[in-house]
């Protein structure tokens, strides 16, 4: 019997006190029934298989932009370094946002519509990293195949990346 169960504490048949581990009673001898809770089943939020998709792409175009920085620049450049502390630091954000959005989808019971609004607000900063992480890529494979000294793009992305993660870190 759960702690829960406030009835069915004494014998129907003869009023006496029955305990929870009792299946008969002890003064009629007759069996106790009791309820069984049905089992709860848990419905799966609808944004969860959208949550992992994310989280899939997001893991593909880092190891991709990862690829790319350790085959483009030897490790003892600062280029190098600054290109895997970015991608190291999106990967922490990403994570952490991924684990909110999947407490928050874990809320998601029925036609709630701040939940939802809330849930759609955080797929869209998880899409916006794996925009910044493609844009990464981009830039990398166009420094790869034009070799130029122009540096300006690059910059460009790293400062839009890090207004990405500075903007995560306040919301």
Same mark, same amino acid.
């Given at each position: 019997?759960?702690?829960?169960?406030?009835?069915?504490?004494?014998?129907?048949?003869?009023?006496?006190?029955?305990?929870?581990?009792? /299946? *008969?009673?002890?003064?009629?001898?007759?069996?106790?029934?009791?309820?069984?809770?049905?089992?709860?089943?848990?419905?799966?939020?609808?944004?969860? !298989?959208?949550?992992?998709?994310?989280?899939?792409?997001?893991?593909?175009?880092?190891?991709?932009?990862?690829?790319?920085?350790?085959?483009? #620049?030897?490790?003892?450049?600062?280029?190098? $370094?600054? #290109?895997?502390? !970015?991608?190291?630091?999106? /990967?922490?954000?990403?994570?952490?946002?991924?684990?909110?959005?999947?407490?928050?989808?874990?809320?998601?019971?029925?036609?709630?519509? *701040?939940?939802?609004? $809330?849930?759609? $607000?955080?797929?869209?900063?998880?899409?916006?990293?794996?925009?910044?992480?493609?844009?990464?890529?981009?830039?990398?494979?166009?420094?790869?195949?034009?070799?130029?000294?122009?540096?300006?793009?690059?910059?460009?992305? *790293?400062?839009?990346?890090?207004?990405?993660?500075? !903007?995560?870190?306040?919301?």
């Amino acid at each position: 019997m759960a702690s829960e169960d406030n009835h069915n504490h004494f014998c129907i048949y003869c009023g006496a006190r029955i305990d929870a581990d009792q /299946n *008969f009673c002890s003064d009629c001898g007759k069996p106790i029934f009791r309820q069984k809770e049905p089992p709860v089943r848990k419905v799966p939020s609808k944004y969860i !298989s959208k949550i992992d998709e994310l989280e899939q792409t997001y893991n593909i175009k880092q190891s991709k932009a990862k690829e790319l920085v350790e085959n483009q #620049f030897d490790p003892d450049h600062m280029a190098y $370094e600054r #290109f895997m502390k !970015s991608i190291n630091k999106s /990967n922490n954000l990403f994570s952490i946002q991924v684990d909110i959005a999947r407490k928050m989808a874990d809320m998601d019971i029925g036609k709630n519509p *701040f939940v939802e609004r $809330e849930l759609g $607000e955080k797929l869209n900063v998880l899409q916006t990293f794996i925009d910044k992480m493609e844009d990464l890529t981009n830039e990398l494979v166009i420094h790869l195949s034009s070799n130029k000294k122009d540096n300006e793009d690059i910059n460009n992305l *790293f400062s839009d990346m890090d207004d990405l993660i500075d !903007s995560v870190k306040d919301y």
